[in-house]
């Protein structure tokens, strides 16, 4: 004996939850594909920056207080990270080529590149 097949309408959603989204049903023609960037101008009339208080930070008053980590030492010569640093002459150096560079500077360079960094000493 075979069921009855009953006749029924049903409605299917136009979509399933499993499938992949065609572009043109995500996007019907005349709408924009990609983000949305708003210029500075158009942040600060949405964020509403007056009622903000004074010392927080946001986009009009960029000021923020000093950094709690500490800053990369750079190598006085080459700019690159400087794992070490020369006892005589206080400069930061990244490699053993840099240090005998550093080693062989007369003293009047190497009190340039120490005002460079603003750490200029007075070497004996």
Request: charged share 25%; net charge positive; with cysteine.
């Amino acid at each position: 004996m075979e069921p009855e097949v009953v006749k029924s309408e049903m409605v299917l959603p136009t979509h399933l939850s499993f499938k992949r989204i065609q572009m043109y049903e995500k996007y019907p023609k005349g709408q924009s594909r990609g983000r949305h960037w708003k210029h500075l101008k158009q942040i600060l009339q949405a964020e509403n920056f007056q009622s903000y208080p004074l010392d927080e930070p946001n986009y009009v008053n960029i000021e923020s207080p000093p950094s709690i980590h500490p800053c990369k030492r750079i190598c006085d010569i080459t700019g690159y990270e400087a794992p070490y640093y020369d006892p005589r002459t206080k400069l930061r150096y990244a490699s053993a080529d840099i240090f005998k560079l550093v080693r062989s500077l007369p003293n009047e360079y190497v009190q340039r590149y120490l005002a460079l960094r603003n750490a200029a000493v007075v070497l004996k």
